[in-house]
Nanobody
Framework: QVQLVESGGGLVQPGGSLRLSCAAS????????MGWYRQAPGKQRELVAR????????NYADSVKGRFTISRDNAKNTVYLQMNSLKPEDTAVYYC????????WGPGTQVTVSS
């Protein structure tokens, strides 16, 4: 069964950190670039970070560059997003998916940055 399951979100104060995880079925993960996306209330879903198949190449949206780090563990079919120096504008539901040939979205994980 094709599946994506995100976890690790929560409520954090500005300047804090969170580490998100996304477990994917092998059919989704293997040999595919993966990305982390987010959707804030009233806004379109946007790609914030992407990682190549081997993990050697990463790219970030300007809004998160220098603060977020994407990584992957191909043995565990899992992709991670380390988020540091969080800002209120990072508040959103975060999702993972392929970069190309996206599959059905998972439930996402809520990240709320607030004092």
């Amino acid at each position: 069964q094709v599946q994506l399951v995100e976890s690790g979100g929560g409520l954090v104060q500005p300047g804090g950190s969170l580490r998100l995880s996304c477990a994917a079925s092998a059919s989704i993960f293997s040999l595919n670039p993966m990305g982390w996306y987010r959707q804030a209330p009233g806004k379109q879903r946007e790609l914030v970070a992407r990682i190549s198949t081997t993990g050697g190449i990463t790219n970030y949206a300007d809004s998160v560059k220098g603060r977020f780090t994407i990584s992957r563990d191909n043995a565990k079919n899992t992709v991670y997003l380390q988020m540091n120096s969080l800002k209120p504008e990072d508040t959103a539901v975060y999702y993972c998916n392929r970069v190309y040939a996206m599959v059905t979205w998972g439930p996402g994980t809520q990240v709320t940055v607030s004092s």
